[in-house]
């Protein structure tokens, strides 16, 4: 098979491979190819809003499991191919040079072992670092149950290593990939926290000590497959974050695909849960919410609201909220109200009293906002605003067209 038949391949059989952001790396010393903080390259976009382009390719779609969700499952009917190590490298440094890519993301098929794939992997990241001097970004999919000599490698030559759960519980796991085993896959999360926390402690007391994995790790889960529920996904996600200090959680919604196994939904997984759980995420990072806060007796995120703004109407007593008084935390809470905006209060607060007027000159989303606050002019307005019978089906209908609009663009 010809290198450019191989490339288009294993390119289209990693897409499905949703964690391959490259935020919170940072520049590597020394002179080398490659950066992982120049704009000069304008493909894609980080989370954290950075432009880059990464080459994503698996190193084989070969793979001895027959996982029922997954394309390149071993009973499936796809055309498979493999790299070779020179082959990866030189395709990585050439497309570089051509000013395609900005980094690579490789992840793989599990073939012969764990140690086998890995120790692959771990080699096409060691040769474009050691003997080739490139100095861009690299992703490397940590295979579960690979040696922890292993990954301690792949966390010195790769920016970040991203070992995946799969699905969100055992149960789910044994159903649907009954081949691969839940201690396995934590047992490898926990190796590479274990090392970055070593890692961190040598940092402390030693500058030059080599770096562990600098932009972390992260994982991803099926959604959909199962009828497991939004709270044991997000409550999930919020483990890995608190116990092994994941960088990112990435959700994937379950979509049919080719030579489909029996009893798999036959059916796309709306979108829409998709993108509820990723702003459920944030709140968990960035707002100071905790997982049964988003659900409280629901099951699962409703599709027509933002999780923010669901969990503001059903705890009206708390709002109003005076724009002068609020702590910050207060006003994390508050529908349309970002990070940044907070800030952007808080500071202006301090030069003088704010009333609801004022919050289009602080860039915010006013019509989402005005209901929940009220400034200097007193708090009659704002409730008036909130007590409207017609805001609730409002927002309803507002966040409804989004979702429409959302499916049609993605």
Not at 114 to 122: I, P, Y
Not at 136 to 154: D, V
Not at 355 to 374: C, I, M, N, S, Y
């Amino acid at each position: 098979m010809s290198l450019q038949r191989k490339l288009q391949v294993l390119a289209d059989a990693a897409k499905y491979d949703a964690s391959c952001a490259s935020s919170g790396a940072g520049k590597r010393a020394g002179k080398g190819l490659g950066s992982t903080s120049s704009m000069g390259i304008c493909h894609s976009y980080t989370p954290d809003g950075r432009c880059v382009s990464l080459l994503k390719v698996l190193f084989t779609n070969r793979c001895m499991y027959d996982c029922r969700y997954c394309i390149n499952r071993s009973s499936s009917g796809v055309e498979r191919a493999t790299f070779s190590v020179k082959e990866l490298v030189r395709l990585t440094l050439e497309m570089y040079r051509r000013n395609y890519i900005e980094g690579l993301f490789l992840s793989s098929g599990i073939v012969r072992s764990a140690d086998w794939t890995m120790e692959r992997l771990v080699e096409v990241a060691r040769r474009l670092r050691e003997e080739e001097g490139f100095h861009g970004y690299i992703h490397l999919k940590a295979i579960a149950g690979a040696s922890p000599e292993l990954l301690e490698r792949a966390g010195r030559v790769a920016d970040r290593l991203s070992c995946n759960i799969e699905l969100p519980t055992e149960k789910d796991l044994a159903r649907l990939a009954p081949e691969k085993r839940g201690n396995e896959i934590a047992g490898s999360i926990r190796t590479i926290f274990e090392r970055e926390r070593e890692n961190k402690e040598a940092r402390r007391k030693y500058r030059r000590a080599p770096r562990f994995a600098p932009a972390g790790q992260s994982t991803q889960m099926v959604v959909g497959a199962t009828e497991t529920s939004d709270r044991i996904i997000v409550s999930k996600a919020a483990e890995l974050y608190g116990q092994r200090r994941m960088r990112r959680v990435y959700y994937s919604a379950y979509s049919p695909i080719q030579d489909a196994a029996p009893g798999m939904p036959a059916s796309q997984v709306p979108l829409m849960r998709e993108h509820r759980l990723y702003q459920a995420d944030w709140l968990l990072r960035f707002y100071g919410f905790s997982a049964p806060e988003l659900f409280e007796d629901a099951p699962n995120l409703d599709l027509e609201l933002d999780p923010k703004l669901a969990w503001a109407l059903r705890h009206r007593a708390l709002f109003p909220l005076d724009l002068n008084r609020a702590s910050k935390a207060q006003l994390l809470r508050v529908p349309g109200l970002g990070v940044r905006s907070v800030q952007r209060l808080l500071s202006a607060r301090r030069q003088r009293r704010l009333r609801a007027a004022d919050l289009r000159a602080l860039r915010v989303a006013v019509a989402k906002v005005e209901p929940f606050v009220f400034g200097a002019e007193g708090v009659r307005a704002a409730n008036r605003r909130l007590d409207d019978a017609n805001f609730a089906s409002s927002q309803r209908t507002r966040e409804r067209q989004l979702a429409l609009d959302f499916g049609r663009t993605t």
